[in-house]
């Protein structure tokens, strides 16, 4: 919750430090005020490259006082490190933020100095003087136990890539029922297609045999207009024509013609 009495001149300050910020370069650090209060800032503080918090990211919280700039602000760290001038609870032992605190400086510059802590922590001024001590007899070892600390407690969660990797995997997974079901598709057309061969043969034969049948009717109407066309002559012809042979193969044979003039076909 912000001060319930706050200046003109602190709001006024306030409100410049974020437009400040939205000109600064900030890289992987981060610093804005937490929702609608101005006075709880939120900050992220990447592990310095070649430090032994390198790859970790550091949260921390900012309270301004009512009457900020003139008074420090209190800043706490969330994240638990393994660091001579920050204890257990997130205090914060630095002179910027005691003693030597200025009005001119604003929460960036803060920041980059509790930045630079990280990298040249102040033995001399321990907030933790067992790790101070450590750090000074064995330099070794605190930095092996500065880096457990940091992949325990710091490390950051995992890139976006990751997921989209993840989601990759599972639409490859998913592509391959699809895939399995693509030949039963296909056996399905040829199945349909071998069904619709068998009914052109079934067709076919239907046409072969109507064609068989109208062949002898056709011929036979054609000898029947010959025969009534030439009434002097009393022949007939007389067809005959085997189912079980082809057409082509139709044998006609002569006989002699009755009283009418139709034409008699005799098919086995």
């Known amino acids: 919750m912000p001060p319930a009495v706050c200046s003109s001149t602190t709001l006024k300050r306030i409100h410049r430090e974020i437009a400040d910020l939205k000109k600064e370069d900030l890289g992987a650090i981060s ?21 032994c918090y390198e790859g970790g990211l550091f949260q921390a919280e900012i309270h301004l006082a009512n009457d900020y700039p003139f008074s420090a602000p209190k800043v706490t760290f969330r994240t638990r490190i393994y660091h001579m001038n ?3 609870r997130g205090n914060i032992c630095i002179d910027i933020l005691k003693s030597n605190w200025s009005p001119a ?6 920041v980059l100095s509790l930045s630079s802590l990280l990298t040249d922590p102040n033995p001399r001024d321990p ?13 070794k ?22 997921a989209l990797s ?17 030949p039963s598709a296909r056996c399905g057309a040829s199945s349909a297609g071998s069904t619709r061969m068998q009914a052109i043969a079934i067709d ?18 054609t000898k029947r207009k010959r025969g009534q066309a030439d009434s002097s ?13 082809p057409a082509p193969r139709t044998r006609k044979r002569r006989a002699a013609p009755e009283a009418n003039d139709d034409v008699i076909i005799i098919e086995d």
């Open 204 to 221: 076919d034969s239907d046409d072969e045999g109507a064609g068989a049948r109208r062949g002898p009717r056709t011929r036979a109407g």
């Open 105 to 110: 400086l604003s929460l960036f510059k803060v």
């Open 141 to 162: 070892q605190h930095d092996a136990t500065a880096r457990h600390w940091t992949g325990l407690y710091a490390r950051p969660p995992p890139p976006p890539a990751a």
């Open 127 to 139: 907030l933790v003087p067992s790790i101070a001590k450590e750090y000074v007899r064995d330099r």
């Open 86 to 88: 920050i204890n257990d």
């Open 233 to 245: 002559e009393r022949e007939a012809d007389i067809v005959i024509s085997d189912n079980d042979e």
């Open 166 to 182: 993840a989601t990759a995997k599972g639409k490859a997974k998913a592509a391959v029922p699809a895939q399995a079901s693509a």
């Open 31 to 51: 610093l804005a005020p937490s929702g609608d209060n101005l006075f709880l800032w939120n900050t992220t503080i990447p592990g310095p490259e070649g430090s």
